[in-house]
C-alpha cells in the first residue's frame, strides 16, 4: 500500500515524519527509506541531505549548485551518487515493514529522480511505502500511481501525528513480520 503524506512547501512534513519513524522504530516496526534534511550554511538554504533510516547515515543530496549534467529540477540539483543510493534503498527495502521516500516531486513525473526506482516496486505487496508529495502535485501523482491502494495523510490536520503513528503500527503486514 502507499501512502502519501501532502501539504504546502515547508509545512512540516519532513519533521512530522521524523517523528512519526522515531516512535514506530521504538515499537520494533522496521522502517527503512529516507528523509530529505534541509540543510542551511551561515543561515542561507543551500540543499537537502539524504538520511539514510536503516544506515543512520547523512549525505549530500541536493544543491543550489551543480554540474551540468546531473539532474535538477528548477534551481536545485542532485548528486548523482546519493541519487543512485536513494534509488537503491527504495529497491532494497524488502525487508522494512515501511519504507519512506522523502519526496516525489515533479522530476520523478518526468521519469527520472526517483521513478526509476518506485516504478520497480510500487506495486509489490511488501513494505508499505510512504511517499511526501506536495500538495500543488497530488492530483498528478494520484494519476501516476493508477490502481494502487493509496491513503493520503494531510499536514494540516492537527492530529495527524497520533493518527498516522497508530495507522502505520496496527497494520497487518507489520505482525506477519515482527
Known sequence: MIHI???PVH??????LQRVTAQLISQN???????????KQNKKFIGYDLYDLKRETQTPFIRKE????WQRIGA?????ETLDHAQNIICHA?????????EVGPLELEGKGLWPALKKVINLP??????????????FWLGT???????????????????MVQYLSTKDSHSKKN
Do not use: M, N
Open 29 to 39: 516496526i522496521a522502517v527503512y527509506g529516507f528523509l530529505s534534511l534541509s540543510i
Open 5 to 7: 503524506l501532502t501539504g
Open 145 to 163: 500511481l493508477g490502481g494502487v491502494q493509496i491513503k493520503i495523510f494531510e499536514i494540516s490536520d492537527q492530529e495527524l501525528f497520533p493518527k
Open 76 to 80: 536545485h540539483f542532485f548528486i548523482p
Open 126 to 139: 511488501s513494505p508499505d511505502y510512504v511517499l511526501v508529495v506536495r500538495e500543488t502535485i497530488l492530483d
Open 94 to 102: 524488502g525487508d522494512a515493514d515501511i519504507c519512506i521516500v522523502d
Open 11 to 16: 509545512s512540516g512534513k519532513t519533521t512530522l
Open 66 to 69: 551543480g554540474e551540468e549534467h
